[in-house]
């Protein structure tokens, strides 16, 4: 059974008041097909700010250790959420996040991997790369502008697709991929901030 709209829903409830959410950019967003999300993480309320305010369902990674905790283990699954293996090259995440946007869904990353302690963007990890390169999906860049203050403004910023085809032509690395899609995040944050 598949939770997302109610937990979308319920979200939406929780945190619009509370954050005051100014959304931009979602006309760049595909409206149908596979999309590879890319955002930056300043919170642990990422997932949730991106799937409420992106116009379709996302598909997230989530780390493994979070599908032991009693009650939340069992939920993450009907919401959309995939156990990865942090700190090492998890092939079946990452086969599972392929098939997700070979199904023409929408694969939600947070690039960096961690939330950043000081709200500045960090270096992305190559995964990002690896989906945009292999999957031949749109890579949309969001940027999520805060701080998480109560009744303070929230910005999130949906950028226009970056267009892969001359990088993958050029055989350009995951990594250098993955730093074009950072670069993007920044773009996005300091034209918006």
Sequence with gaps: MNLYPLGRAICGIV?????QFKVMGREHFPAKGGVLLCANHISNFDPEVVGITAPRPIYYMAKEELFSVPVLGKILPHINAFP??????DRGALRKGLEILKEGKVLGLFPEGTRSKTGEVGKGLAGAGFFALRSNVPVVPCAI????KAFRRLKVVFGQPIDMDELRK???SAEEVTDIIMNEIKKLIAEHQ
């Design 15 to 19: 945190f619009s008041p509370i954050y």
């Design 84 to 89: 990865v293996k942090r700190g090492m090259s």
């Design 145 to 148: 502008i805060g701080p998480y």
């Design 170 to 172: 050029n055989k350009a």
